[in-house]
């Protein structure tokens, strides 16, 4: 099932997730509910820190030719284990800080190892946008969210917006 997305500032979104010590039906259940949180928002990328389970766990799935076939990945335990000197500047955003996006500069490519939803290991080099989505991920097992990367007034404004947009959601709720 769809599950609610945190919207920063959240402190669950800054702490550093629980390593996942083995994959139980609960967590690939839990893979599951990630994968249609993130194709509904819709989004290409999402973290379990994000729905509120601090655990390392991340999903995606960056296929976005029309037509193409998705490959949706849920990566438990993901590591990078090698990155290249080259970097790439991509326009990200964040389902955790709606509307919001600014250029992040990070390595072109990574290798990343982790543990598939059947508790194989994998390891796997990406580059284009799926490398700068894995690291996005990956920055949000550890408390890491895309505008620490931006200059502290630009991120100090962003968070400002987002205290307001979240003190008017909580005012439509009541
Ligand atoms: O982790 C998340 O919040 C989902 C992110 C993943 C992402 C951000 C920036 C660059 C690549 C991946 C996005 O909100 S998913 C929405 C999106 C889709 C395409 C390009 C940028 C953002
Ligand atoms: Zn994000």
Request: aromatic share 6%; net charge negative.
């Amino acid at each position: 099932m769809k599950r609610p997305i945190l919207i920063h500032p959240d402190p669950r979104l800054k702490k550093v997730a629980d390593a996942v010590p083995d994959i139980s039906d609960e967590l690939r259940a839990l893979a599951d509910d990630m994968l249609e949180t993130m194709y509904a928002a819709p989004g290409i990328g999402l973290a379990a820190p994000q729905v509120g389970i601090g655990r390392r766990l991340i999903v995606l799935d960056c296929i976005k030719e029309e037509g193409a076939e998705p490959r949706p990945l849920a990566m438990f335990n993901p590591v990078v284990v090698a990155c290249s000197d080259e970097r790439n500047v991509y326009e990200e955003g964040c389902l955790s800080i709606p509307e919001i996006y600014a250029d992040v500069e990070r390595p072109a490519e990574v290798t990343v190892e982790w543990v598939d939803r059947d508790g194989a290991a994998q390891r796997e080099t990406f580059d284009g946008l799926w490398a700068t989505c894995v690291q996005h991920e990956i920055d949000h097992l550890d408390g890491k969210l895309f505008i620490d990367y931006l200059r502290p007034l630009k991120r100090q404004m962003i968070t400002r917006k987002m205290v307001k947009l979240k003190r008017e959601l909580a005012r439509e709720k009541a």
